[in-house]
Antibody, heavy 119, light 105 residues
Framework: EVQLVESGGALVQPGGSLRLSCAAS????????ISWVRQAPGKGLEWVAN????????YYVDSVKGRFTISRDNAKNSLYLQMNSLRAEDTAVYYC????????????WGQGTLVTVSS | DIQMTQSPSTLSASVGDRVTITCRAS?????LAWYQQKPGKAPKLLIY???SLESGVPSRFSGSGSGTEFTLTISSLQPDDFATYYC?????????FGQGTKLEI
């Protein structure tokens, strides 16, 4: 069974840092692109970042460039999102989701982890 | 960045109705997906590449369109279909989502 399980969400003060993790199982993790997608409370979906299967290419939405870093460890079947200089507007549920290639959508999603940025 | 605009924002319908949701892209794309999301749950992929039905998704869901205009159609609404629907372009980075359409009873 395909599973993506996020962890690491917490309450953090503005300007603080947090590292999210996404543990994958039930599929060949190293063959998939993985994205982080977030959803602020009561709002729509916002794509945040993507990393290609071997970690060679990474992409970010403008609002997080220079603050967030996506990475992966294929030996551990894990994805990470290092979030620095956090702002109130980063408050959201963060999902990881997999994508096989350019032709496919985000076909499996984790259950999400909540990040709250507040003093 | 490619902007995605969905309409309507809210749609009221009844069980058995045929409903259509529209998504417009700010430039021509070929890679478009549709997702269903229920409260407190992760999104679920319904359609990819504009018209390909994801495995396990009921055939009452269909997608069509090309270029800048796309539609999601539910041929006969079932009680389980009342949810929020999002389109997403994955033609180029940054990926972008429409603002969502809430389908209400």
């Amino acid at each position: 069974e395909v599973q993506l399980v996020e962890s690491g969400g917490a309450l953090v003060q503005p300007g603080g840092s947090l590292r999210l993790s996404c543990a994958a199982s039930g599929f060949t993790f190293s063959s998939y692109w993985i994205s982080w997608v977030r959803q602020a409370p009561g709002k729509g979906l916002e794509w945040v970042a993507n990393i290609k299967e071997d970690g060679s290419d990474k992409y970010y939405v403008d609002s997080v460039k220079g603050r967030f870093t996506i990475s992966r460890d294929n030996a551990k079947n894990s994805l990470y999102l290092q979030m620095n200089s956090l702002r109130a507007e980063d408050t959201a549920v963060y999902y990881c989701a997999r994508q096989y290639n350019w032709n496919d959508g985000l076909d499996y999603w984790g259950q999400g982890t909540l990040v709250t940025v507040s003093s | 960045d490619i902007q995605m605009t969905q309409s309507p924002s809210t749609l009221s319908a009844s069980v058995g109705d045929r409903v259509t949701i529209t998504c417009r892209a700010s430039q021509s794309i070929s890679r478009l997906a549709w997702y269903q999301q229920k409260p407190g749950k992760a999104p679920k992929l319904l359609i990819y590449k504009a018209s390909s039905l994801e495995s396990g998704v009921p055939s009452r869901f269909s997608g069509s369109g090309s270029g800048t205009e796309f539609t999601l159609t539910i041929s006969s609404l079932q009680p389980d279909d009342f949810a929020t629907y999002y389109c997403q372009q994955y033609n180029s980075f940054p990926y972008t989502f429409g603002q969502g359409t809430k389908l209400e009873i």
